[in-house]
């Protein structure tokens, strides 16, 4: 009885009169259906045929809505081509790859040689260096300065962040520095690829 309601959705979304039509077909039998249906409870060919119909409509309508769903494109977009990006957001996009990358290669060698991170200043925007973590920030070891400019923290934000790291000594996550410093989750999800526990 509710076949229709898939391609109500679809309809509302795309705006097409073809959409619109293939709605109102599904709605309309449903009416059919029950007025030929026969009542009070008797048997025969008019309930075989009502019941058949169902069936059908069932299986017609399923398969219908998995091929007007079907992964891949978005169906409801106007659009589902995908559009190639201007020469100079390709060139933003591989940028902000590689910094990733490379905040990714100086996790990695930090975690397995923490001397040598040191001696590399991983994290530490600071102090003279010459490799490049794609601006990873120690925030148990950077100046508060340095670590309020790398992640955008307010004045409040940077003073809570440096008074946990005094009461504590050291952070070992995000959650933890969230935890002490009173930040929000969602405020360390948008820098958490940034920071750095040394």
């Known amino acids: 009885m509710l076949s229709f309601v898939p391609f109500l959705r679809l309809a509302i979304a795309r705006r097409r009169p073809r959409d619109w039509a293939i709605f109102a077909a599904y709605f309309a039998v449903i009416p059919v259906l029950l007025v030929i249906s026969p009542s009070g409870g008797h048997k025969g060919g008019a309930s075989t045929l009502v019941g058949g119909a169902l069936i059908l409509l069932i299986g017609v309508a399923t398969v219908h809505a998995l091929v007007a769903f079907r992964p891949g494109p978005d169906p409801l977009a106007a659009d589902s081509l995908p559009s190639l990006p201007s020469p100079s957001n390709q060139h933003a996009l591989a940028t902000a790859r590689e910094r990733m990358h490379r905040r990714d290669e100086a996790r990695k060698l930090a975690r397995a040689n923490p001397d040598l991170a040191r001696e590399l200043r ?58 002490y410093a009173q930040l929000p989750p969602d405020r360390l999800d948008a820098v958490r690829d940034l920071i750095w526990f040394g």
Do not use: C, M, W
Request: aromatic fraction near 4%; glycine fraction near 8%; charge should be negative.
């Open 122 to 179: 991983i994290g530490r925007p600071d102090l003279p260096r010459e490799y490049d973590d794609g601006g990873l920030v120690d925030v148990n070891h950077a100046p508060i300065e340095s670590i309020a400019a790398a992640l955008g923290l307010t004045a409040s934000e940077s003073t809570a962040v440096a008074a946990a790291r005094t009461q504590i000594g050291k952070f070992s996550s995000p959650e933890e520095l969230s935890v």
